[in-house]
């Protein structure tokens, strides 16, 4: 395996990229937590709160894990579901069920039990990592004291697997299979395109149990960067880590537009914030940039272990759009039929793309992946997201995409979310109607508010505020 410094080199010799990382039949077997543990284990892994968690200790702490997963007698070949909670504990068990040889299913948490365990069954996993038959996770965490080494290296080794369901947000969730070969292809080209080092601290505050969260861990400790985990969004607390140290971040729209709005100061420090998992308003990265927050989208998907096409921070381009491919990455649109179309179904292909679900879907390893989102993609070769292909609204002979005026909508002060669907009308065929989460709004006022960022055809023929944003109010 080559070293950091080589990849480096063959970089500065001329090279696109490090083919050795992007190599479909390379194994992996480097450990980056192991890595990092023998090279600086005095190094901070974890900082939660006011504990600071050193690689070593981070280290002994997996090896435990790993362990007893192997004593239950759940080896290679088996699989462990572990609740994906922001925690120090989990991060142990992130790294220390794969280094047993077993598959660790990421479990998202606020599931209800029902559906968890809907899950589990799925996914085979005979076990369940709750810490509290195990170890005293959090007394290794703070221990020098020695453990046994695990009896296999973690991830990427190319046998060590983990299992992450999608969002479900257009079905039933899926469990997409990760192994070393995509996770090490996804950090690698991450950290190509943000330029990350061990001196970055990534601000953690999506849960790790969606890749957003789980591919953090793997890209800081494959630089031996530093990993600030919160457990759960809070504005203020969010903009204070940006302002206390932090140089890299990941945040949803909705996250970033509470920051904004909330915290009315400028910010200094960060070198570049991630807008991801949905189209974000224009008017919002505009307004995050003028206030010194260096925010740049980014797009990706659990199949390809997270991110696919990233902003240089160095040259974020024009606001709306996800940036150009990361190396290694291929992006075209196509018709429904797979023709090329200058915008249609995005499809991507690379060593980051999973070879298939749990249910027993399999990839093509230099097959195109299709995604279901739609896109377009400009001259200069940056991926404009439009929002999800079974989700156009067609009114008055124009397509409407919902995810576009839902950011706009999002984007108007007092609106905390937003819903737009269709619904059967006699003049426009289908007419776009939303539905906004808000307090102290004159529905009207939205919408002359978004008039001046919206097409006149995406422009809500109706809107209604509501207490909350129902998941059952389908498009037609």
Known sequence: VGSRAGCAGRLAAGRRYCTEHLDPTRRCPVDWLRRAAAETPDAPAIVAGDAEI????LDRAADAVAGVVAASGIGPGGAVALWGLNTPGTVAAVWGIPRSGAMAVMLPPGLSAAEAMRLTRLS??????????GPDVDRLLSSPSATNRAPREGPP???????????????ARQGVI???????????????????????????VLPLGHVGGLSILWRQARVGGCVVLHEAFDAAAVADALDGGVTLASLVPTMLRRVVADA???FAGPRAVLVGGGPADADLLVAARTRGI??????????TASQVCTEDPADPGPPGTAGRPLVGVEVRTVDADGRPAAEGIVEVRGPMVSPGDIDGTAREPDGW???????????????RVLGRADRVIVTGGENVHPAVVEAALAGVPGVAAAQVTGEPDPEWGTAVVARIVAEHVDPAEVLDAVRSRLAPHEVPKRIEIVDRIDASWKDV
């Open 124 to 133: 085979g996993a005979t076990g369940l990592w709750g810490g509290g038959d």
């Open 369 to 383: 992946l299709r995604t279901g989102d739609l896109g377009a993609l400009d001259a200069a070769g940056r991926l």
């Open 178 to 204: 990760l192994t070393g070969r995509q996770i090490e292809a996804s950090a690698w080209a991450s950290a190509e395109r943000l330029g990350s080092s061990a001196s970055d601290r990534w601000l953690c």
């Open 54 to 57: 050193p690689y070593g200790a």
């Open 294 to 303: 260096p925010a740049v989208q980014t797009y990706g998907m659990t199949e």
């Open 157 to 171: 080794d190319g046998g060590a697997r983990y299992v992450v369901f999608t969002s479900g947000s257009n079905g």
């Open 264 to 266: 009315q100061r400028p």
